[in-house]
C-alpha cells in the first residue's frame, strides 16, 4: 500500500512540476490562457520584412488598408459681390428679388485615414484649413459629417472626428523608422474624384527637407502615383501597416511624374496625440535664425570638420537673446545633441518642452563657450508655409 502511495505521490510532483514549467515558458499551450486588451490605436508589435507572393501580389495589404481610408469632401461659403442692377428700379421691376446677391458655395476632395475606432480621422491641414462644411465618405458607403478637432500647419497634418453607430475601421500604424529606399508601398486614397484608388511604387528617398512644403520637414519620397484629391491618404508598406500621409506631389501641371511626399506615420501619430489632447501642438522655441554652414563658411571660421549652423538673427527679448546669444555665432549643440544642421536644430528645439532650461553650446571668435537657455513656446505662425 506504502508503495502504491509513494509512486502516486510521485507522479503528481511530477505533473505539477511540468504544468509550473509549461504555464511559466508557454502559456499559450494552456487552454485556459486568457488574454485581455483595450486599446484605440492599433501599431505593429513585431515589424518583419514580407515578400508578396507571386500569386497573392498585394492584395492582402490593400484589402487591410483600404476600408480605413475615406474620401473627404469639403466645401466653403463664398461671399457673392453685390450686383451693380441691384439698385435699379427698371431692373428690379422685372426680376424683382432675383437680383440679390446669395452667398455661394465652392467644393474641394481630398482623403483621410481614420486612425482610432472613436472615428479619429487624420488628414493634411490644407484640405481642411479653409472648410466650413466636411463631409466623410467611408470605403463600405456610410457617410457622415465631420469636424475639425485640430490642426497644424508647420507639419501640415490636421484631425477631424466623425461620429458614427457600428462598427469603424482603423487602420495599423507600421514603423516608418524601418523603411528602406525600394521597399514596396501603396497610396491610397481619392484621386480627382474618382473614387478611392491604390497605385503602387517603392520607396525613392526617405528623410527629404529643404523642400518649402511645411516648416517641419522629414518626407517619405515614392513613385507610387500620387494625383490631386489623394492628400491626407494612406502610404502602406507590403503588410497594410500606415508608414505615411500622403501630403504633396512635384508636378508642373497637377498630374503625377512619380515624385509624391508622405509625412512619416511616427511624426503624424506624434502631432495627432497633442492636437487630440489639446487641440493643438506646442512646440519649443530660443528666437533665432539659423543659416546652413556652407564650405566656404567652415573655413573662414577655422572649424575644421566642426558641424553646426550659423547663427543669423536673434530676436530681440527672445530666450537665445536673453541668454547672451549673439549673430556670428556657430551653434553646435543644443541640450547634449550635435546640431548638424538646420533641420536637426529645428527639431532639436522644437521637441524641448517650454520652461525648460537647457544648455546650448556654441563656437564665438574660435572659442567655445556654453549658455543657459529657458525654452520658450513656438509662436503661432501668421502665414502659412504653403
Not at 508578396?52 to 483600404?66: D, F, Q, V, Y
Not at 487602420?171 to 528602406?180: D, K, N, V, Y
Not at 536673453?322 to 538646420?342: C, F, H, N, R, Y
Not at 525648460?356 to 549658455?371: A, P
Amino acid at each position: 500500500m506504502r508503495k502504491h502511495w509513494l509512486l502516486f505521490t510521485q507522479t503528481v510532483t511530477i505533473a505539477l512540476a511540468m504544468l509550473f514549467i509549461v504555464h511559466t515558458l508557454k502559456p499559450e499551450l494552456l487552454p485556459t490562457a486568457a488574454r485581455s486588451g483595450v486599446v484605440t490605436l492599433y501599431e505593429e508589435n513585431q515589424p518583419q520584412a514580407e515578400t508578396p507572393s507571386a500569386t497573392t501580389g498585394l492584395s492582402a495589404a490593400a484589402k487591410k488598408a483600404m476600408p480605413t481610408v475615406v474620401n473627404i469632401f469639403t466645401s466653403t461659403i463664398v461671399e457673392a459681390q453685390p450686383n451693380p442692377f441691384l439698385e435699379d428700379p427698371r431692373f428690379r421691376f422685372f426680376f424683382g428679388d432675383q437680383l440679390d446677391s446669395e452667398p455661394q458655395s465652392s467644393s474641394s476632395l481630398g482623403s483621410g485615414v481614420i486612425v482610432s475606432v472613436d472615428g479619429y480621422i487624420l488628414t493634411n491641414h490644407h484640405v481642411v484649413e479653409t472648410a466650413d462644411q466636411i463631409e466623410v465618405a467611408l470605403a463600405d458607403g456610410r457617410t457622415a459629417k465631420a469636424h475639425v478637432i485640430g490642426s497644424d500647419p508647420e507639419t501640415d497634418l490636421a484631425v477631424i472626428k466623425i461620429d458614427l453607430p457600428g462598427n469603424i475601421p482603423a487602420i495599423t500604424f507600421g514603423h516608418p523608422e524601418l523603411a528602406q529606399v525600394g521597399d514596396l508601398v501603396l497610396a491610397i486614397g481619392n484621386p480627382f474624384g474618382v473614387g478611392q484608388t491604390v497605385t503602387m511604387g517603392i520607396i525613392s528617398a526617405l528623410k527629404r527637407d529643404h523642400l518649402g512644403l511645411s516648416t517641419f520637414e522629414s518626407f517619405i519620397q515614392t513613385d507610387a502615383a500620387i494625383n490631386p484629391g489623394n492628400s491626407g491618404g494612406a502610404l502602406v508598406d507590403s503588410s497594410g501597416n500606415l508608414i505615411g500621409i500622403n501630403s504633396a506631389i512635384y508636378s508642373p501641371n497637377g498630374g503625377s511624374l512619380g515624385i509624391g511626399f508622405a509625412i512619416p506615420a511616427s511624426v503624424a501619430k506624434k502631432t495627432m496625440e497633442q492636437i487630440i489632447q489639446t487641440g493643438s501642438v506646442t512646440r519649443g522655441w530660443i528666437g533665432a535664425g539659423v543659416q546652413e554652414l556652407t564650405p566656404e563658411l567652415a573655413e573662414s571660421f577655422k572649424l575644421g570638420d566642426l558641424k553646426g549652423v550659423l547663427i543669423t538673427e536673434v530676436i530681440r527679448n527672445s530666450p537665445a537673446a536673453q541668454a547672451g546669444i549673439k549673430t556670428g555665432d556657430i551653434l553646435v549643440e543644443i541640450d547634449g545633441s550635435p546640431i548638424l544642421g538646420w533641420s536637426t536644430m529645428l527639431e532639436t528645439v522644437a521637441n524641448l518642452p517650454p520652461g525648460k532650461v537647457t544648455s546650448v553650446k556654441l563656437i564665438r571668435d574660435g572659442k567655445s563657450k556654453s549658455f543657459a537657455v529657458e525654452i520658450g513656446k513656438r509662436p503661432i505662425p501668421k502665414t502659412q508655409p504653403r
